[in-house]
Every structure is written in C-alpha cells, then in structure tokens.
C-alpha cells in the first residue's frame, strides 16, 4: 500500500476480528453510545496501516481507548506515528483510558458528542 492512501485493505481481517473480540470498554462504548448516536461511526476501521477504535468519516475523527500497552515505550511509539499519519488525512485523534470509560462514562461520551459537534458545525 502507498503510503498516501487511507486504505489499507490487506487489514480488513484483522479489522474483523477486532470487531469480534472488542474490550470490556470497548463494548461498552458502542453499545451503550456509539452505535446509537446520530452520526455514523464504525468500529474497527482502516486507516492507512493502522485500525482505529472507532471512527467518525463525517467528523473526520478517531477515537481511541488506551490499555496498559499504550503507556510503554512501544505503545507511545506507535500512537505517535498513527497520530502523525492520521493527521496527514486531515483526521484528529482523541484518546480515552480505558479506566476514564470505566470511571467516568457519561463524561466520556459527552466529550466525544462535543468533539464531533466541533467538527461538523
């Protein structure tokens, strides 16, 4: 794949079967938020060589949920680079801790609702 496409089809299987095995906080993020708000998201979604947890085409937003991996050395690596070459297509990056799902839910989805609002105006 080129590095200037946003598709990357060769990870479309492993895009599924992150749909299928989503997290704890995952799951609770899309069923009790996202597969129901009023602008379309997906889950899973291939974005250049990487899969966002879930994106927002018409915001042009990625939203991601941090484990304890995202906080290594490696893991702080790699989301630098997905974020650089997020922000290439014009796509914002926003992060959640998986414990901030667990703790603070309703502010979560909240900021999540604002950032999309700023989005598309």
Not at 66 to 77: K, L, P, R, Y
Request: charged share 30%; net charge neutral.
């Amino acid at each position: 794949m080129r590095q200037d496409r946003m598709y990357n089809s060769t990870l479309i299987p492993r895009a599924r079967e992150l749909r299928k095995d989503m997290t704890d906080q995952e799951r609770r993020l899309w069923y009790g938020f996202l597969r129901v708000y009023p602008v379309r998201i997906k889950r899973q979604m291939v974005i250049g060589q990487f899969i966002a947890d879930f994106y927002c085409a018409k915001a042009k937003l990625a939203i991601e949920l941090d484990g304890s991996q995202h906080f290594t050395d490696d893991g702080m690596q790699y989301d630098t680079e997905r974020e650089q070459m997020m922000q290439k297509f014009g796509i914002e990056t926003i992060r959640y801790t998986n414990l901030e799902v667990d703790r603070q839910f309703e502010a979560v989805c909240e900021s999540i609702d604002a950032h999309i609002k700023s989005r598309i105006g």
